[in-house]
């Protein structure tokens, strides 16, 4: 397979897919898919000592380490295939193979274990499937791996959903108080939200100080996973050390928007104190 053209092509795909051709991007993307997986079946081989990735930044990569204790040598494939196969997941729903876009999206899945956007969509094509178990397995996954607050609050409303149709009304509203809590622009969470105004399941009926008993009790957490937080926030000093201040902006308000200003200033302060009591180590041990 040749490598360095796969970013252009994937380019041309999505091209074709906004300009209305979904049968040629299918097309096109089907034939790198069978490219890397020849590539990959030839010089990526899977150990108990490698696995091989592509993490689209050292971001998932730091992530992945923290939340999965994977102990193997992670391997950069040197290719964003994530992309490749979130990419045929969609044109395949544009043109109605639903059963590609499952195998395309497990794909997505497994180079990009981080991937909550892919998590959650292919939970959405389990749920159509009527797999509810795979459905709030795949949503449940993104407690732990939400980076991005969208995919939290989208989390929060399937599971409300489906509280509202066991017949746990106070669990449900609790669901959907603690998405509301996160401020996001998600329309998933929005609509859940419009329609359980007035209803035995309206967020206003709980408060926050119960939202975090109700969910505990089905097993839920009530916000983000703060080591994510601690890995944006890492990557965040980095990225400000080698004066990449876009980036080192981007990461500190994605970490603030998951856990709130207080808990991100809270968990930085701890960050730098390991740092300082890291030199002052190797201060120590030099003398």
């Given at each position: ?100 876009a499952v195998e395309a999206l497990k794909c997505a899945v497994r180079w990009n274990p981080m991937d909550c956007g892919s998590r959650l969509n292919?939970?959405?094509l389990f749920r159509v499937n009527g797999n509810m178990q795979e459905y709030l397995a795949l949503t449940y996954s993104v407690f732990e791996r ?142």
């Open positions: 397979m040749e490598q360095t053209g796969l970013t252009d092509e994937l380019d041309r795909a999505e091209g074709l897919m906004v300009q209305g051709q979904p049968d040629a991007a299918v097309e096109l993307l089907a034939r790198l898919a069978e490219d890397v997986e020849e590539y990959v079946d030839k010089n990526c081989p899977t150990t108990d000592e490698v696995q091989w990735f592509s993490f689209p930044a050292i971001f998932e990569r730091l992530a992945y380490r923290r939340v999965e204790n994977d102990p193997r040598e992670l391997r950069d494939v040197g290719e964003p295939l994530d992309r490749l196969y979130g990419d045929l997941a969609l044109a395949s729903v544009q043109v109605g193979d639903y059963g590609e292919l939970a959405d939400a980076s991005d607050v969208r995919h939290l609050a989208r989390a929060f409303a399937n599971f409300a959903g489906w509280f509202e149709t066991s017949e746990k009304p106070r669990a449900a509203a609790a669901a959907l108080h603690a998405g509301r809590m996160l401020g996001a622009s998600d329309s998933a969470l929005d609509a859940a939200l419009e329609q359980a105004t007035g209803t035995d399941h309206d967020p206003d009926l709980v408060s926050d100080a119960e939202i975090g008993e109700l969910l505990g009790n089905e097993g839920l957490p009530d916000g983000a996973n703060a080591e994510i937080a601690i890995c944006l926030l890492m990557c965040a000093g980095d990225a400000a050390h080698a004066d990449e201040r876009e980036l080192a902006a981007s990461l500190t308000l994605r970490a603030r928007d998951l856990v709130g200003e207080p808990a991100a200033r809270a968990l930085l302060e701890l960050i730098n104190a390991d740092e300082d009591e890291g030199e002052e180590d190797g201060s120590d041990a030099a003398h």
